[in-house]
Nanobody, 118 residues
Framework: VELVESGGGLVQPGGSLRLSCAVSRSRLTISYMAWHRQAPGKQRELVAS???????NYADVVKGRFTISSDNSKKTVYLQMNSLKPEDTAVYYC?????????????WGRGTQVTVSS
């Protein structure tokens, strides 16, 4: 299952960006959507997730600044990032899990660069 990410870029501290991640195929059931990030020299970390029930989870460092949401009809997950800080600079990866044709799948996007700098 291919994921198509968009929305990364360069933004000044305090600015906002919105990331999008769309599933390329239909006829599947999504149970979990998440955004992870990986900064240079650091391990990949979970930023935010949302499950099929709409329950959201956030890393402490982004709580109150980032919001994850999904549009199930479009099979798309979004990450609204506000009050961005230089330490938010990283490659952001979309992760979607679900079921297709009686088999479970776990898919990752290729990543989109977010750079926060003045």
């Amino acid at each position: 299952v291919e994921l198509v990410e968009s929305g990364g870029g360069l933004v000044q501290p305090g600015g906002s960006l919105r990331l999008s991640c769309a599933v390329s195929r239909s006829r599947l059931t999504i149970s979990y959507m998440a955004w992870h990030r990986q900064a240079p020299g650091k391990q990949r970390e979970l930023v935010a997730s949302i499950n099929r029930s709409g329950s959201e989870n956030y890393a402490d460092v982004v709580k109150g600044r980032f919001t994850i949401s999904s549009d199930n009809s479009k099979k798309t997950v979004y990450l609204q990032m506000n009050s961005l800080k230089p330490e938010d600079t990283a490659v952001y990866y979309c992760n979607i899990q679900g079921r297709q044709f009686a088999s479970d799948f776990v898919s990752w996007g290729r990543g989109t660069q977010v750079t926060v700098s003045s």
